[in-house]
């Protein structure tokens, strides 16, 4: 028996000392406001529990004192970096529930706007998961890509972030003319120029190879058990896109693949976020091809007071995005139900960082990406 | 390929070049930073603000008719209207109270598509921060006032902008 062995053997019979490690809420790496307790002998994590609800706001019991329509812009603060895809999953149902009918060109442009948002989101994610890494300049450049994104949000809704631009039976207001060259141009530069440096700038970095290769790992059957969804399920080779597999709105008038990766660890589900980008931008320009011209508000009944129950579903950025809508014939929903992919993704945290070392678990939530807005709704 | 330590030397410098590429070709392209408030940016039309009351340009006074669409609408009731009460308790059609309380508001565009007689549009006006929150509830004057001093525009669906 060598030394070192009989030392270690040692070590063992004496058990170690357990440290209890509190990350968060106040964190910069925690992704706005979640406490992690974490268990650790050494450096590795024997239990991560997260602690949520920080930025609880009552979302579901709030709009049931509101007006079906009222409630579009308190949807846009579930997923701070997703509002389109809130307000469309929102409203999607609502038309179900109602019978509404939407113009053509109102869901083409709902299109264009969703598949804008998502490569926003993944702009951000970009950045954010290198800062975690400890990468501070890659941080900067998704950031600048995401503010010229949306400065051209800003011409079409008005706003930067809280857009409240769709609406029942349709959207807000049309495009500006020669808002598509605008959005063209950004999705060239997005493609030509912008992806190919952030593979330079980090991808191919043989530090962030070592960091997320094979670390983190979630298997096909772990994610399918804890519900996760959208880029962490196809991170882990599951082929499932609400856009393809259960199409809403018009996304079955596209042509577009839905990225999948087999490996299940930080690396996958980073590229497919990166490699979703891309297939974006090749929705949005079949879009502004098939776009007719057109009104883009429909008519909206003047008392809408929907009777029953719905679900319906749309996938955002981190995934499906539901909501389950009971009307009783009244001007105010009974009940709004919403699911939000990032919560059920999170509950995924303790599984995953279960032996991990400590600084593997920043990641871990990096990539897991959840948007406290809607964890905690 | 090289292996060990001098492999690895070789990865983090070649990765270390590339990188620094990246940065370098930033030299060439333009300058995307504002220094605000120094410099501006030029606000699209129909950048939201805060509403504002729109005023009529031959009588000077407000389009508002103090209907209370706008305050039933707005879904954080940040609007309190309430009309000139006349002789015999009739109600006209003018506002003797228009508050907007811009602690609550979120400029979320709703008020400005309700309202039915042209008579509220949302301005670019954002830069209302103030000391007290008591100077944070504009009254229909200093509406008038926005109205006036900024661009404001009317969304009420389905239009171009
Ligand atoms: S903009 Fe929205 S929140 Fe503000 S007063 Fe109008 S309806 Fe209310
Ligand atoms: S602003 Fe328009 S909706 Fe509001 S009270 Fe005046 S007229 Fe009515």
Redesign the interface.
């Known amino acids: 028996m060598s030394e070192i062995e009989a030392r270690r053997l040692k070590a063992e019979e004496v058990g170690h000392e357990k440290l209890i490690l509190n990350l968060g809420p106040q964190h910069p790496s925690t992704h706005g406001v979640l406490r992690v307790i974490t268990t650790l002998e050494g450096e590795r994590i024997t239990e991560a529990e997260p602690d949520i609800g920080f930025l609880h706001r009552n979302f579901e019991k709030i709009v049931e004192g ?1 007006t079906w ?3 579009i ?2 949807t846009d603060r579930n997923d701070y970096l997703a509002n389109i895809n809130n307000e469309h999953a929102y409203v999607l149902a609502v038309e179900k529930l109602a019978g509404i009918e939407v113009p053509e060109r109102a869901e083409y442009i709902r299109v264009i706007m969703s598949e804008l948002n998502r490569i926003a989101s993944h702009l951000l994610t970009f950045g954010t998961f290198a800062m975690d890494m400890g990468a501070f ?1 890659p941080f900067l450049y998704g950031f ?1 890509e995401r ?2 994104l949306y ?1 051209i949000f ?3 809704t ?2 930067r972030m ?1 857009h ?1 631009y769709v ?1 029942l039976s ?1 959207v ?6 020669g808002w598509d060259k605008e959005v063209l141009e950004f999705l060239d530069r997005l493609e030509n120029d912008v992806i190919p ?1 952030y593979y ?3 991808i ?4 962030f190879e070592a960091r997320s290769l094979g670390v983190g790992v979630l298997t096909k059957e772990d994610a399918i058990a804890y519900g996760a969804a959208g880029p962490i399920l196809r991170g882990s080779g599951i082929d499932w896109d609400l856009r393809r597999d259960m199409p809403y709105s018009i996304y079955d008038r596209f042509d577009f693949e839905v990225i999948t990766r087999e490996e299940g660890d930080h690396y996958a589900r980073f590229m497919v976020r990166m490699d979703e980008m891309i297939e974006s931008a090749k929705i949005i320009r079949q879009a502004f091809e098939q776009m007719p011209e057109g ?3 429909g008519k909206v009944p003047r008392v809408l007071k929907p009777e029953g129950d719905i679900y319906s579903a749309v996938e955002g950025p981190r995934g499906e995005i539901g909501v389950y809508l009971v009307g009783d014939g009244n001007f105010k929903p009974y009940r709004v139900k919403w699911r939000a992919p990032s919560f059920s993704n999170l509950s995924i945290l303790p599984l995953m960082a279960k032996g991990q070392f400590v600084a593997d678990i920043v990641l871990t939530i990096g990539t897991l990406d959840p948007i406290f807005g809607e964890v905690d709704r | 390929m090289l292996g060990g330590v001098l492999g690895n030397v070789y990865n983090a410098t070649k990765s270390l070049i590339k990188g620094h590429l990246v940065t370098l070709k930033e030299l060439r392209t333009p300058k995307i930073t504002v220094h605000y408030p120094d410099e501006r940016l030029e606000l699209p039309l129909g950048s939201r603000g805060m509403p504002a009351l729109k005023v009529n340009q031959d009588t000077g006074l407000l389009n508002c008719t103090a209907c209370g669409v706008c305050a039933r609408e707005c879904p954080v009731d940040a609007i309190e209207v309430e009309a000139v009460v006349g002789e015999k308790g009739r109600k006209k059609r003018y506002p003797a109270i228009y508050n907007l309380d811009m602690t609550h508001c979120m400029q979320c565009n709703l008020c400005v598509e309700a309202c039915p007689f042209d008579a509220l549009e949302m301005s670019d006006a954002f830069e209302i921060s103030r000391y007290d929150l008591d100077d944070l509830i504009f009254d229909k004057e200093q509406l008038a006032e926005i109205w006036k001093t900024h661009k404001a525009v009317r969304i009420t669906g389905g239009e171009k902008l």
């Not at chain 1, 191919?204 to 530090?207: A, C, E, G, T």
Request: charged share 30%; glycine share 6%.
């Open positions: 509101w329509s009222q409630v812009p308190l300049t600048r503010e010229l400065d800003e011409k079409v008005g706003a809280m409240n609406r349709g807000r207001n049309d495009l500006p003319d440096d330079d700038l980090l191919k970095n043989p530090i009104p883009v508000m």
